[in-house]
Protein backbone atom coordinates (compact mmCIF):
# COMPACT_ATOMS: atom_id res chain seq x y z
CA UNK A 1 0.00 0.00 0.00
CA UNK A 2 1.68 3.56 -1.05
CA UNK A 3 1.76 5.94 1.73
CA UNK A 4 0.92 8.89 -0.24
CA UNK A 5 -2.85 7.85 -0.65
CA UNK A 6 -5.26 9.60 1.60
CA UNK A 7 -6.81 7.32 4.25
CA UNK A 8 -10.54 6.46 3.30
CA UNK A 9 -11.76 8.47 6.04
CA UNK A 10 -10.70 11.79 5.02
CA UNK A 11 -12.11 10.89 1.22
CA UNK A 12 -14.91 10.78 3.57
CA UNK A 13 -14.95 13.86 5.01
CA UNK A 14 -14.52 15.76 2.02
CA UNK A 15 -17.26 14.45 -0.11
CA UNK A 16 -19.44 15.51 2.67
CA UNK A 17 -18.24 18.73 2.97
CA UNK A 18 -18.96 19.01 -1.08
CA UNK A 19 -22.16 17.64 -0.55
CA UNK A 20 -22.97 20.17 2.45
CA UNK A 21 -21.74 23.59 0.29
CA UNK A 22 -23.56 22.68 -2.91
CA UNK A 23 -26.73 22.06 -0.82
CA UNK A 24 -25.93 25.63 0.96
CA UNK A 25 -25.76 27.10 -2.53
CA UNK A 26 -28.64 25.61 -3.98
CA UNK A 27 -30.32 27.41 -1.13
CA UNK A 28 -29.18 30.83 -1.76
CA UNK A 29 -30.09 30.30 -5.71
CA UNK A 30 -34.02 30.92 -6.51
CA UNK A 31 -34.70 27.19 -6.98
CA UNK A 32 -33.80 27.27 -3.24
CA UNK A 33 -36.39 30.01 -2.21
CA UNK A 34 -38.92 27.86 -3.89
CA UNK A 35 -38.69 24.60 -2.25
CA UNK A 36 -37.95 26.13 0.83
CA UNK A 37 -40.82 28.38 0.82
CA UNK A 38 -43.21 24.96 -0.66
CA UNK A 39 -41.55 23.17 2.21
CA UNK A 40 -43.22 25.20 4.64
CA UNK A 41 -46.43 25.71 3.01
CA UNK A 42 -47.13 21.73 2.91
CA UNK A 43 -46.01 21.69 6.25
CA UNK A 44 -48.64 24.01 7.45
CA UNK A 45 -51.40 22.55 5.63
CA UNK A 46 -50.88 18.76 7.06
CA UNK A 47 -50.66 20.19 10.83
CA UNK A 48 -54.00 21.94 9.90
CA UNK A 49 -52.44 25.08 11.82
CA UNK A 50 -53.53 23.90 15.48
CA UNK A 51 -50.18 22.62 16.65
CA UNK A 52 -46.95 24.62 17.97
CA UNK A 53 -45.28 22.47 15.26
CA UNK A 54 -47.21 23.13 12.36
CA UNK A 55 -45.73 27.07 12.04
CA UNK A 56 -43.12 29.19 13.37
CA UNK A 57 -43.78 31.39 16.86
CA UNK A 58 -44.71 34.21 14.75
CA UNK A 59 -47.04 32.54 12.40
CA UNK A 60 -48.58 30.85 15.39
CA UNK A 61 -49.29 33.74 17.65
CA UNK A 62 -51.78 35.38 14.64
CA UNK A 63 -53.61 32.16 14.33
CA UNK A 64 -54.09 32.21 17.88
CA UNK A 65 -55.00 36.10 17.72
CA UNK A 66 -57.57 34.74 14.92
CA UNK A 67 -59.03 32.34 16.75
CA UNK A 68 -60.16 34.27 20.26
CA UNK A 69 -63.49 34.29 21.37
CA UNK A 70 -65.79 34.08 24.31
CA UNK A 71 -65.75 30.60 26.24
CA UNK A 72 -68.31 31.36 28.67
CA UNK A 73 -71.34 33.87 29.14
CA UNK A 74 -73.70 33.86 32.48
CA UNK A 75 -76.77 35.70 31.24
CA UNK A 76 -78.56 37.49 34.27
CA UNK A 77 -80.62 40.34 32.83
CA UNK A 78 -83.77 40.57 33.56
CA UNK A 79 -87.26 40.92 31.74
CA UNK A 80 -87.71 44.27 33.22
CA UNK A 81 -83.73 45.60 31.89
CA UNK A 82 -85.12 43.47 29.12
CA UNK A 83 -88.20 45.47 28.63
CA UNK A 84 -87.03 49.02 29.61
CA UNK A 85 -84.06 48.59 27.01
CA UNK A 86 -86.18 47.50 24.35
CA UNK A 87 -88.58 50.52 24.76
CA UNK A 88 -86.18 52.77 24.68
CA UNK A 89 -85.09 51.32 20.87
CA UNK A 90 -88.32 50.72 19.25
CA UNK A 91 -90.08 54.36 20.39
CA UNK A 92 -86.54 55.94 19.03
CA UNK A 93 -86.29 53.62 15.85
CA UNK A 94 -87.68 56.96 13.53
CA UNK A 95 -85.61 59.74 15.72
CA UNK A 96 -82.72 60.97 15.10
CA UNK A 97 -80.81 59.59 17.27
CA UNK A 98 -81.79 55.60 17.98
CA UNK A 99 -81.44 54.00 20.64
CA UNK A 100 -79.74 50.29 20.75
CA UNK A 101 -81.40 48.36 23.42
CA UNK A 102 -78.20 45.93 23.37
CA UNK A 103 -76.06 48.46 23.76
CA UNK A 104 -77.80 50.13 26.80
CA UNK A 105 -78.13 46.64 28.48
CA UNK A 106 -74.15 46.29 27.41
CA UNK A 107 -73.51 48.93 29.25
CA UNK A 108 -75.31 48.57 32.56
CA UNK A 109 -73.80 44.78 32.23
CA UNK A 110 -70.47 46.03 32.58
CA UNK A 111 -71.24 48.36 35.36
CA UNK A 112 -72.89 45.70 37.30
CA UNK A 113 -70.73 43.05 36.54
CA UNK A 114 -73.18 41.14 34.83
CA UNK A 115 -75.32 40.91 37.63
CA UNK A 116 -78.77 42.70 37.37
CA UNK A 117 -79.94 41.80 40.82
CA UNK A 118 -79.45 45.33 41.79
CA UNK A 119 -81.04 46.49 38.53
CA UNK A 120 -82.67 50.24 39.14
CA UNK A 121 -84.49 51.44 36.09
CA UNK A 122 -83.30 54.61 36.67
CA UNK A 123 -79.82 53.83 35.95
CA UNK A 124 -80.57 52.99 32.10
CA UNK A 125 -82.82 56.05 31.70
CA UNK A 126 -79.18 57.74 33.13
CA UNK A 127 -77.27 56.33 30.35
CA UNK A 128 -80.32 56.81 27.18
CA UNK A 129 -80.51 60.55 28.66
CA UNK A 130 -76.95 61.30 28.07
CA UNK A 131 -77.17 59.41 24.57
CA UNK A 132 -80.55 61.65 23.80
CA UNK A 133 -78.67 64.43 24.72
CA UNK A 134 -75.46 64.18 22.39
CA UNK A 135 -73.05 61.73 23.98
CA UNK A 136 -71.47 59.05 22.76
CA UNK A 137 -71.72 55.27 23.94
CA UNK A 138 -68.23 55.21 23.06
CA UNK A 139 -67.60 57.97 24.96
CA UNK A 140 -69.68 56.83 27.97
CA UNK A 141 -68.22 53.18 28.29
CA UNK A 142 -64.42 54.07 27.50
CA UNK A 143 -63.47 53.35 31.25
CA UNK A 144 -65.70 50.16 31.20
CA UNK A 145 -62.78 47.62 30.69
CA UNK A 146 -65.47 44.84 29.56
CA UNK A 147 -68.18 46.59 28.06
CA UNK A 148 -66.94 45.35 24.39
CA UNK A 149 -67.46 41.71 25.73
CA UNK A 150 -70.73 42.10 27.07
CA UNK A 151 -71.82 44.09 24.39
CA UNK A 152 -70.79 40.82 22.26
CA UNK A 153 -71.95 38.11 24.63
CA UNK A 154 -75.32 39.97 24.74
CA UNK A 155 -75.31 41.06 21.11
CA UNK A 156 -74.95 37.11 20.74
CA UNK A 157 -78.36 36.34 22.97
CA UNK A 158 -80.72 38.91 21.95
CA UNK A 159 -79.21 39.61 18.25
CA UNK A 160 -82.08 38.09 16.31
CA UNK A 161 -85.15 39.34 18.59
CA UNK A 162 -85.87 42.62 17.56
CA UNK A 163 -85.49 44.69 13.60
CA UNK A 164 -88.22 45.76 10.82
CA UNK A 165 -90.70 42.93 9.80
CA UNK A 166 -94.07 42.75 8.07
CA UNK A 167 -96.93 41.12 9.55
CA UNK A 168 -100.50 40.22 8.85
CA UNK A 169 -102.99 42.18 11.87
CA UNK A 170 -106.70 41.63 11.83
CA UNK A 171 -108.76 44.37 9.94
CA UNK A 172 -110.25 45.78 12.84
CA UNK A 173 -106.99 46.19 14.31
CA UNK A 174 -105.64 48.23 11.72
CA UNK A 175 -104.69 51.74 11.77
CA UNK A 176 -106.82 53.95 9.18
CA UNK A 177 -103.59 54.38 6.33
CA UNK A 178 -103.40 50.19 6.18
CA UNK A 179 -106.95 50.00 5.20
CA UNK A 180 -106.80 52.89 2.24
CA UNK A 181 -108.17 51.64 -0.83
CA UNK A 182 -109.75 48.47 0.24
CA UNK A 183 -112.21 49.79 3.07
CA UNK A 184 -115.98 50.26 2.41
CA UNK A 185 -117.28 52.95 4.01
CA UNK A 186 -120.76 53.81 5.22
CA UNK A 187 -122.63 56.26 7.31
CA UNK A 188 -124.45 55.44 9.95
CA UNK A 189 -126.85 57.44 11.31
CA UNK A 190 -125.28 59.51 13.32
CA UNK A 191 -123.14 60.08 9.96
CA UNK A 192 -120.27 58.35 11.93
CA UNK A 193 -118.38 56.47 9.46
CA UNK A 194 -118.04 52.58 10.12
CA UNK A 195 -115.54 49.92 8.55
CA UNK A 196 -117.16 47.19 6.51
CA UNK A 197 -114.63 44.34 6.35
CA UNK A 198 -115.51 40.94 5.82
CA UNK A 199 -115.01 38.21 8.88
CA UNK A 200 -111.36 36.96 9.41
CA UNK A 201 -110.10 39.54 6.90
CA UNK A 202 -106.41 41.24 7.20
CA UNK A 203 -103.86 43.94 6.29
CA UNK A 204 -100.36 43.23 5.88
CA UNK A 205 -98.41 46.42 7.86
CA UNK A 206 -94.39 46.79 8.41
CA UNK A 207 -93.32 46.92 11.75
CA UNK A 208 -89.93 47.77 13.96
CA UNK A 209 -90.08 45.60 16.92
CA UNK A 210 -89.96 42.32 18.90
CA UNK A 211 -89.97 40.17 16.31
CA UNK A 212 -89.34 36.73 18.36
CA UNK A 213 -92.05 34.21 20.23
CA UNK A 214 -92.58 32.84 23.18
CA UNK A 215 -92.01 29.04 22.44
CA UNK A 216 -95.75 28.01 23.62
CA UNK A 217 -98.44 29.13 21.18
CA UNK A 218 -101.28 32.17 22.16
CA UNK A 219 -103.90 30.18 24.31
CA UNK A 220 -102.58 27.44 25.73
CA UNK A 221 -101.73 27.69 29.47
CA UNK A 222 -98.65 26.58 30.91
CA UNK A 223 -96.15 26.86 34.07
CA UNK A 224 -92.77 27.05 34.82
CA UNK A 225 -90.10 28.46 37.21
CA UNK A 226 -86.32 29.17 36.78
CA UNK A 227 -84.98 25.91 37.11
CA UNK A 228 -82.00 26.38 35.24
CA UNK A 229 -78.61 24.34 36.76
CA UNK A 230 -81.03 22.25 38.65
CA UNK A 231 -80.01 18.75 39.37
CA UNK A 232 -80.57 15.77 36.88
CA UNK A 233 -79.89 11.82 37.03
CA UNK A 234 -80.55 10.13 34.20
CA UNK A 235 -78.01 8.32 32.73
CA UNK A 236 -75.01 10.24 34.76
CA UNK A 237 -75.90 13.19 37.48
CA UNK A 238 -75.53 16.67 35.75
CA UNK A 239 -76.97 20.11 36.08
CA UNK A 240 -80.34 21.12 34.06
CA UNK A 241 -79.36 23.24 31.49
CA UNK A 242 -82.57 24.77 29.89
CA UNK A 243 -86.05 25.89 30.88
CA UNK A 244 -89.13 23.70 31.70
CA UNK A 245 -92.52 24.58 30.61
CA UNK A 246 -95.34 22.24 32.04
CA UNK A 247 -98.16 22.31 29.93
CA UNK A 248 -100.69 19.47 28.07
CA UNK A 249 -99.88 17.08 25.73
CA UNK A 250 -100.83 18.34 22.10
CA UNK A 251 -99.18 22.29 22.90
CA UNK A 252 -98.54 23.80 20.03
CA UNK A 253 -94.73 24.91 19.98
CA UNK A 254 -93.62 27.58 18.03
CA UNK A 255 -89.96 29.06 16.72
CA UNK A 256 -88.73 31.74 18.74
CA UNK A 257 -86.62 32.99 16.07
CA UNK A 258 -85.87 31.88 12.39
CA UNK A 259 -83.40 29.98 11.43
CA UNK A 260 -82.83 26.42 10.02
CA UNK A 261 -83.09 22.42 11.08
CA UNK A 262 -80.26 21.47 12.47
CA UNK A 263 -80.97 18.40 14.26
CA UNK A 264 -84.62 16.53 14.41
CA UNK A 265 -84.93 12.89 15.34
CA UNK A 266 -84.62 11.16 18.77
CA UNK A 267 -82.35 11.95 21.50
CA UNK A 268 -82.50 9.16 24.49
CA UNK A 269 -82.45 12.27 27.08
CA UNK A 270 -84.41 14.81 25.06
CA UNK A 271 -86.94 12.30 23.45
CA UNK A 272 -87.95 13.51 20.23
CA UNK A 273 -85.92 17.10 19.94
CA UNK A 274 -85.26 20.09 17.50
CA UNK A 275 -82.27 22.00 17.14
CA UNK A 276 -82.89 25.23 15.11
CA UNK A 277 -79.96 27.55 14.32
CA UNK A 278 -80.19 31.04 13.91
CA UNK A 279 -79.12 32.50 10.51
CA UNK A 280 -76.41 34.18 12.22
CA UNK A 281 -74.91 30.98 13.47
CA UNK A 282 -75.03 31.89 16.97
CA UNK A 283 -77.79 30.90 18.70
CA UNK A 284 -79.12 27.11 18.50
CA UNK A 285 -82.51 26.71 19.99
CA UNK A 286 -82.95 23.15 21.70
CA UNK A 287 -87.29 22.05 22.02
CA UNK A 288 -87.31 18.68 23.69
CA UNK A 289 -89.89 15.68 24.90
CA UNK A 290 -92.39 16.13 21.75
CA UNK A 291 -95.31 14.38 21.64
CA UNK A 292 -95.17 10.74 20.88
CA UNK A 293 -96.44 9.70 17.51
CA UNK A 294 -96.61 13.40 16.01
CA UNK A 295 -93.76 15.18 17.49
CA UNK A 296 -93.34 17.94 14.58
CA UNK A 297 -94.76 20.05 11.98
CA UNK A 298 -94.70 17.41 9.06
CA UNK A 299 -93.29 19.87 6.67
CA UNK A 300 -89.99 19.61 8.65
CA UNK A 301 -86.68 17.87 8.32
CA UNK A 302 -83.51 18.35 8.66
CA UNK A 303 -82.20 21.81 6.30
CA UNK A 304 -85.68 23.34 6.31
CA UNK A 305 -85.95 27.25 6.92
CA UNK A 306 -88.14 28.18 9.74
CA UNK A 307 -89.82 31.50 10.78
CA UNK A 308 -90.42 32.82 13.91
CA UNK A 309 -93.95 32.25 15.12
CA UNK A 310 -94.39 29.18 12.76
CA UNK A 311 -95.90 25.83 14.54
CA UNK A 312 -92.35 23.51 14.92
CA UNK A 313 -93.85 20.70 16.87
CA UNK A 314 -96.09 19.87 19.79
CA UNK A 315 -95.59 19.31 23.90
CA UNK A 316 -95.26 15.88 25.20
CA UNK A 317 -93.42 13.66 27.41
CA UNK A 318 -90.76 11.78 25.63
CA UNK A 319 -87.27 10.74 26.21
CA UNK A 320 -85.19 9.06 29.29
CA UNK A 321 -84.87 5.89 27.08
CA UNK A 322 -82.85 4.34 24.38
CA UNK A 323 -85.91 3.21 22.56
CA UNK A 324 -87.52 5.43 19.94
CA UNK A 325 -91.52 7.11 20.70
CA UNK A 326 -90.90 6.11 24.47
CA UNK A 327 -93.03 7.99 27.10
CA UNK A 328 -90.62 8.32 30.24
CA UNK A 329 -90.80 12.12 31.44
CA UNK A 330 -93.57 11.87 34.16
CA UNK A 331 -95.08 15.80 33.78
CA UNK A 332 -95.85 16.32 29.67
CA UNK A 333 -93.76 19.89 29.66
CA UNK A 334 -91.36 21.52 26.75
CA UNK A 335 -87.71 21.61 27.44
CA UNK A 336 -86.13 24.56 26.28
CA UNK A 337 -82.75 25.87 25.53
CA UNK A 338 -80.69 28.56 24.38
CA UNK A 339 -76.95 27.54 23.02
CA UNK A 340 -74.62 29.94 22.37
CA UNK A 341 -72.01 29.78 19.49
CA UNK A 342 -68.78 32.12 18.93
CA UNK A 343 -66.89 28.95 17.33
CA UNK A 344 -67.93 25.97 16.01
CA UNK A 345 -65.88 24.06 17.94
CA UNK A 346 -68.32 24.41 21.01
CA UNK A 347 -70.87 23.30 19.35
CA UNK A 348 -70.57 20.13 20.98
CA UNK A 349 -68.51 18.47 23.81
CA UNK A 350 -66.99 20.31 27.22
CA UNK A 351 -66.94 23.94 25.65
CA UNK A 352 -70.72 23.98 25.29
CA UNK A 353 -72.19 26.89 26.45
CA UNK A 354 -75.79 27.11 27.72
CA UNK A 355 -77.40 30.04 29.45
CA UNK A 356 -80.25 30.53 31.50
CA UNK A 357 -83.39 31.36 29.21
CA UNK A 358 -85.84 32.18 32.26
CA UNK A 359 -85.84 35.45 32.24
CA UNK A 360 -85.94 35.67 28.38
CA UNK A 361 -89.35 32.96 28.01
CA UNK A 362 -90.74 35.72 30.60
CA UNK A 363 -90.16 38.68 28.17
CA UNK A 364 -91.59 36.85 24.99
CA UNK A 365 -94.56 36.37 27.05
CA UNK A 366 -95.78 39.42 25.31
CA UNK A 367 -95.49 37.72 21.99
CA UNK A 368 -97.32 34.88 21.65
CA UNK A 369 -98.63 33.19 17.76
CA UNK A 370 -101.80 32.04 17.42
CA UNK A 371 -102.89 28.76 15.78
CA UNK A 372 -105.30 26.95 14.16
CA UNK A 373 -105.46 23.08 13.71
CA UNK A 374 -106.70 21.50 10.68
CA UNK A 375 -109.45 19.00 11.78
CA UNK A 376 -108.63 16.28 9.16
CA UNK A 377 -105.11 15.91 10.19
CA UNK A 378 -104.38 17.14 13.39
CA UNK A 379 -101.75 19.59 12.05
CA UNK A 380 -101.79 23.01 13.43
CA UNK A 381 -100.73 26.26 11.99
CA UNK A 382 -100.14 29.60 12.35
CA UNK A 383 -103.26 32.20 11.87
CA UNK A 384 -100.82 35.57 11.27
CA UNK A 385 -98.08 35.63 8.50
CA UNK A 386 -95.22 36.91 8.94
CA UNK A 387 -92.01 38.04 6.44
CA UNK A 388 -89.34 38.49 8.11
CA UNK A 389 -86.30 39.91 6.41
CA UNK A 390 -83.71 37.84 8.28
CA UNK A 391 -84.36 34.79 6.08
CA UNK A 392 -82.67 34.36 3.01
CA UNK A 393 -84.52 34.41 -0.08
CA UNK A 394 -88.18 35.25 1.60
CA UNK A 395 -89.83 33.14 3.91
CA UNK A 396 -92.97 30.33 3.08
CA UNK A 397 -96.22 31.16 4.70
CA UNK A 398 -97.46 28.64 7.14
CA UNK A 399 -100.79 28.88 6.17
CA UNK A 400 -103.79 26.34 6.67
CA UNK A 401 -104.86 24.93 3.61
CA UNK A 402 -108.19 27.17 2.22
CA UNK A 403 -110.12 24.21 1.32
CA UNK A 404 -110.47 23.18 4.81
CA UNK A 405 -111.68 26.95 5.58
CA UNK A 406 -111.81 28.37 8.52
CA UNK A 407 -109.37 29.78 11.36
CA UNK A 408 -111.16 28.78 14.70
CA UNK A 409 -108.56 28.15 17.18
CA UNK A 410 -108.86 24.90 18.80
CA UNK A 411 -107.97 23.49 22.50
CA UNK A 412 -104.74 21.37 22.45
CA UNK A 413 -105.51 17.32 22.84
CA UNK A 414 -104.54 16.48 26.50
CA UNK A 415 -103.56 13.01 26.37
CA UNK A 416 -107.21 11.42 26.09
CA UNK A 417 -106.21 10.16 22.02
CA UNK A 418 -104.71 6.89 23.50
CA UNK A 419 -101.68 6.62 21.47
CA UNK A 420 -101.00 10.05 20.48
CA UNK A 421 -100.03 11.00 23.87
Known amino acids: MSDNR ?23 SPVGTVISDSRAVSGQASGGGDGE ?27 EAMQQAFRYDVDTCQSE ?37 GERMEDITKDMKYYSYYLEAYGAVLGGMVGEYQVEIPASEAPDFALEGREEGKQDAEGQTQKNHRENETVWVTKYGL ?13 DYDDFGA ?33 IGWNQYGGWRLGIRSFDGRRYYYYAHLRKNFPYHKSLQEGSVVQAGDVIGYLG ?7 ENTNNIDEPHLHFGIQLIFDESQKD ?22 TVKKQETKEYYRVYQMIDPAIPGGPAEQRIPEAEGGQETEEAETGRDGDLQ
Not at 56 to 79: A, H, L, R, S
Not at 214 to 219: L, M, V
Not at 246 to 261: D, K, N, R
Open 97 to 133: IHLNWIELLACLGARYGGDFSGYKADDMKKIADRILG
Open 6 to 28: PPKFVNLVISLECVLLAAFLILL
Open 231 to 263: ARSYGFKRQHLGHDMMGQVGTPVIAVESGYVEA
Open 317 to 323: RTGYSRT
Open 53 to 79: NSQNPGENTETEEKKEFIKWVDFKVTK
Open 349 to 370: GNDEIWIDCYEIVRFLAVNRSE
Open 211 to 223: KAFSPIAKNYPYN
